[in-house]
Nanobody
């Protein structure tokens, strides 16, 4: 599975961005998808995830109520709508895919098998 993350950019605090994660696999609809981010000097951290059906979503406490993850399996794409952005949201954002999440934690980056290249999000104060 090849993943292509896009949609990052520079935005002022309080603004919005929508990230996209496009996948190459015909079986994309069978993958759980997660978004992670990594700020300079910090470890990669979980942001949000969505199960393969799109019926269950999961969020880090730091983004709950501001970010929304969704998927369009017909377009092989997962979205991360980010509203009310804060300077602390500045990071490189990565999408990742898991072929089999059973018995794993979707909050753990090690549970994902495939990763995109990342897209930079910068929020100015």
């Amino acid at each position: 599975v090849q993943l292509q993350a896009s949609g990052g950019g520079l935005v002022q605090a309080g603004g919005s961005l929508r990230l996209s994660c496009a996948a190459s696999a015909r079986t994309f609809s069978s993958y759980d998808i997660g978004w992670f981010r990594q700020a300079p000097g910090k470890e990669r951290e979980f942001v949000a995830a969505i199960n393969w059906l799109g019926r269950s979503t999961y969020y880090a406490d730091s983004v709950k109520g501001r970010f929304t993850i969704s998927r369009d399996n017909a377009k092989n794409t997962v979205y991360l709508q980010m509203n009310s952005l804060k300077p602390e949201d500045t990071a490189v954002y990565y999408c990742a895919a898991s072929a089999a999440m059973y018995g794993k934690s979707r909050y753990d980056s090690g549970s994902y098998d495939y990763w995109g290249q990342g897209t930079q999000v910068t929020v100015s104060s």
